[in-house]
């Protein structure tokens, strides 16, 4: 079985930075692909960023482009997302997925992850 344990949410104001993280283990596996969503209340879940594990490829959703930056570390199986200038709107449980399997869905789809961690809650207060 492999887990995905994301940390580094919290209780930021408008305009501060924060950075989680995405931490993989478990079982043999190899990563493919890892993303970022997230989830606000009464909203639909939504992609926020992605990267290839080979890191060749980063994808950012149009309302976060600018303002974050997705990394990862392979050796320790964890992928990062700094977050900076963060709005109210930015307000969500914020999801890491890993993708673990060879796909063509798009790594900013949900349904390309197979694994998913429990959440991680950011408040931005203005």
């Known amino acids: 079985q492999v887990q995905v344990v994301e940390s580094g949410g919290g209780l930021v104001q408008a305009g501060d930075s924060l950075r989680l993280s995405c931490t993989t283990s478990?079982?043999?596996?190899?990563?493919?692909?890892m993303g970022w969503f997230r989830q606000a209340p009464g909203k639909e879940r939504e992609f926020v960023a992605a990267?290839?594990?080979?890191?060749?490829?980063?994808y950012y959703a149009d309302s976060v482009k600018g303002r974050a930056t997705v990394s990862r570390d392979v050796a320790k199986n964890t992928m990062y997302l700094q977050m900076s200038s963060l709005k109210p709107e930015d307000t969500a449980v914020y999801y890491c997925?890993?993708?673990?399997?060879?796909?063509?869905?798009?790594?900013?789809?949900?349904?390309?992850?197979?694994?998913w961690g429990q959440g991680t809650q950011v408040t931005v207060s203005s």
């Open positions: 990267i290839k594990w080979s890191g060749d490829s980063i």
């Open positions: 997925a890993a993708k673990l399997r060879v796909t063509t869905a798009s790594p900013q789809s949900h349904t390309s992850y197979e694994f």
């Open positions: 478990g079982r043999a596996f190899i990563v493919y692909d």
